[in-house]
């Protein structure tokens, strides 16, 4: 797996920010490009002969992918600490299974919707951002989290409170009925690509930079011109923005919403997959959420022991390297080659 | 030419005749066994070993022995869905569990478009509400359970006025909006209505909103280890009313953590380990025996549900999973005819159960059953 030349979020200061200038021009094609779209058409065949089972979990890990995407932006790039990246999830998960279920709206305006109003939500949360930093920040979005469970959870006429909204329908593609495991995948894989490329675009672009300046020094970031609050509520909303589309994503491949799995240990559950896979890496949350959705599905042979063999794998993994997964092959990439730095 | 394919046929027919006998059948439960429901999922989990483990040594389900296999859910509705996709991908028999009710609408669908036959021990009363014919039950829905309350505070209690205490969970609210218009039926005034939360720690506040509105009676709703801290909680504040509830109110865990507090509790139990039926007191001896701890209600269903499965396939006499689904349906399963299953039952069309139950007290920290209740169409 190829991995990026932008460094993680943990680790030393500036000492490496003179790699940034080493990144290829917005648009560009490179190995973290050429990665994700070999990881497409790899998705788009590998469930064949793997059973329902097998695909629903792909997916799963696809849709996962997404909202941990959003959050390694806002944490990653943007060194934001956000705890609602799970309540922004639930959001447009709502948002999409109450538009499509109750009024009959077509799937994919709910998706630009869920997306368009995480998005504003986003930016209006964004803005205690600008005021406080770090656990400052981390308690302001906690609140938020749980405001929305107990929205989700109590506003019963809208949202079917506890007992959740089922029946959530899959779309259509030109006709095409996405009804059958394999469809939908399918038609997740593309979705997902899109929003990758989108962001792997973003990330190279001059917003990416000032993102990124914004995390290493707010204060040089402000000298050079960036300006910084509008950059902060950007990465806010678009990052949040992702969760939105995930939850629009979530809705549909479940078929069946209700509160739980949009609470605040859900958000902690999602910091845990950027911060494994590797927070600032382009592909880090696909590896995140391989390990936080794929790994204990794979572990269920052990029986009951498979959640401590979870957690004691996910601890080692982050005492040997603390940068994540993508970190560890970062590394392990320099060794090979002797070269430091990205992997192209 | 055509003596080969005779040797062939016999050959075959010989190897496949001992293959047959030892050909298992697999059943697959996906069950809470970590997260909020963990302790109703584990006693589930330990009936359904405790009948595989009896049906096994008498000689398996026609002729073949149980192979069984327990997913966890995490309480969580995605991961559900996963398990129980995985049980059919695996081709399970049947699908055994889950015990929650949100993670049961989660993964309904898949079992319903497999046509496999999901045996539940959710109680929640909207469940059976959606035309699912593959879903069953294991126990009374709260639809069923509530008009029995209703009208034992109105009778036996003698309450004019009603405080309700309930968790706000699918669990607790839809015990909640079951009895409410029950109570209001018979004529019963609702003091005080009184949301908690699930793993709620504290109940000196819900104690004393209860105390203050001075109902006749106070109807009690909560998930086991919550049971127990609130009828703590009401002793402290010096509660004197009467303590109703529903099956888990009364059941072996609450009395257990509740200790003194638990004394004087009455209600409804849907099903007991105490119930004066020998059966039930076999499978709780049984039950200590093998996990060292008492049944709730949820072992009973376990237990029940495999045989459930166990006398469906005897009657229809083969191995046919949509069958198992229309057998049950509308059935009568007689513990005559079935043991195991422990008291008479009748599966209604639409997957709700229909049995006897009892009205219970709790004295000197043990379950006594005081009546037991006809089944509603006897």
């Not at chain 2, 009603?162 to 015990?175: E, H, L, S, T």
């Not at chain 2, 104690?207 to 509105?213: D, H, L, S, T």
Request: hydrophobic share 50%; with cysteine; aromatic share 10%.
């Amino acid at each position: 797996m190829t991995v990026q030349a932008t460094r993680p979020a943990a680790g030393s200061g500036l000492a490496s920010s003179p790699r940034l200038a080493r990144l290829p021009l917005g648009g560009t094609i490179d190995g973290t490009f050429l990665t994700l779209l070999a990881g497409a058409v790899i998705l788009w065949f590998a469930p064949v002969g793997m059973g329902r089972y097998g695909t629903y979990v792909l997916s799963l890990w696809l849709v996962m992918s997404i909202a941990v995407m959003g959050l390694n932006l806002t944490l990653g790039y943007a060194g934001l600490k956000s705890l609602a990246q799970a309540a922004f999830m639930g959001l447009g998960a709502y948002t999409t299974a109450i538009l499509t279920t109750k009024y009959g709206v077509s799937w994919y305006a709910a998706f630009g919707l869920s997306g368009l109003l995480t998005f504003a939500v986003g930016i209006v949360l964004g803005f205690p951002a600008l005021r406080v930093k770090a656990h400052y920040l981390a308690f302001v979005t906690l609140a938020f989290s749980t405001l929305v469970w107990l929205a989700l959870r109590n506003e019963q006429w809208l949202t079917g409170g506890v007992f959740g909204i089922s029946n959530i329908n899959r779309p259509d593609f030109f006709g095409i009925k996405l009804f059958g495991a394999l469809e939908f995948h399918r038609f997740v894989v593309v979705v997902t690509l899109i929003l990758a490329v989108a962001l792997w675009w973003l990330i190279r672009s001059p917003w990416g930079r000032a993102f990124t300046a914004l995390r290493e020094n707010p204060i040089r970031a402000a000298s050079l011109g960036i300006d910084t609050r509008a950059y902060t509520l950007l990465a806010f909303a678009i990052g949040s923005a992702y969760a939105g589309f995930a939850g629009a994503l979530y809705a549909p491949l479940v078929e069946f919403i209700d509160p739980s799995p949009f609470s605040l240990s859900q958000s902690f559950f999602l910091l845990l997959m950027v911060v494994a896979g590797g927070s600032g890496y382009l592909l880090g949350p696909f590896v995140g959420a391989l390990l936080g959705v794929v790994l204990p599905e794979w572990l269920r042979f052990a029986g009951s022991l498979y959640l401590i063999i979870f957690a004691a794998i996910v601890m080692l993994l982050l005492i040997a390297c603390p940068q994540g997964v993508s970190g560890l092959m970062e590394r392990a990439w320099a060794k090979l080659t002797g070269k430091r730095g990205d992997g192209r | 030419m055509k003596t080969p394919w005779i040797i062939a046929a016999a050959v075959t027919a010989g190897l496949a005749a001992p293959a047959l006998a030892q050909e298992k059948v697999k059943l697959v439960n996906v069950v809470e066994l970590s997260g909020a429901g963990a302790t109703a999922g584990t006693n589930w989990k330990n009936g359904i070993d405790l009948a595989v483990a009896d049906i096994n040594a008498k000689g398996g389900i026609l002729g073949r022995q149980i192979e069984i296999v327990h997913y966890d859910t995490q309480t969580n509705p995605g991961n559900t869905r996963a398990a129980v996709q995985r049980a059919i991908d695996e081709g399970t028999y049947a699908v055994l569990g889950p015990v929650f009710s949100g993670p049961i609408g989660a993964s309904m669908q898949i079992a319903q478009r497999a046509e496999i036959a999901q045996i539940v021990g959710g109680e929640a009363a909207g469940l059976t509400k959606q035309g699912n014919q593959y879903l069953f039950r294991t126990s009374l829905s709260q639809a069923a359970a509530m008009p029995k309350i209703a009208k034992y505070l109105k009778d036996t209690v003698k309450a004019g006025s009603v405080a309700v205490v309930w968790v706000n969970n699918d669990f607790g609210k839809g015990g909640r909006d079951a009895i409410i218009p029950e109570l209001e039926k018979v004529g019963i005034k609702v003091a005080a209505d009184v949301s908690t939360e699930q793993g709620q720690a504290d109940f000196a506040a819900d104690a004393i909103k209860i105390r203050n509105a001075n109902a006749d009676a106070v109807f009690v709703y909560l998930n086991e280890e919550e049971s127990a801290r609130f009828l703590r909680a009401a002793k402290q504040q010096g509660i004197t009313k009467p303590m109703v509830g529903e099956t888990t109110l009364l059941g072996a865990k609450v009395i257990e953590l509740a200790g003194d507090a638990a004394n004087g509790v009455r209600g409804h139990v849907g099903l007991s380990i105490d119930a004066p039926i020998p059966a039930f007191q076999e499978f709780g001896k049984k039950f200590q025996a093998k996990y060292n701890q008492p049944s709730d209600h949820n072992g009973l269903k376990g237990y029940m549900a495999v045989h459930m499965i166990k006398w469906a396939t005897e009657k229809q006499k083969k191995f046919d999973k949509k069958g198992v689904a229309d057998t049950l349906r509308g059935a009568t399963i007689k513990p005559s005819d079935e043991p195991g299953i422990l008291i008479e039952t009748t599966i209604e069309a639409n997957g709700d159960l229909d049995r006897e139950s009892f009205l219970a007290e709790v004295q000197n920290g043990k379950q006594v059953i005081t009546a037991t209740l006809p089944k509603i169409k006897p």
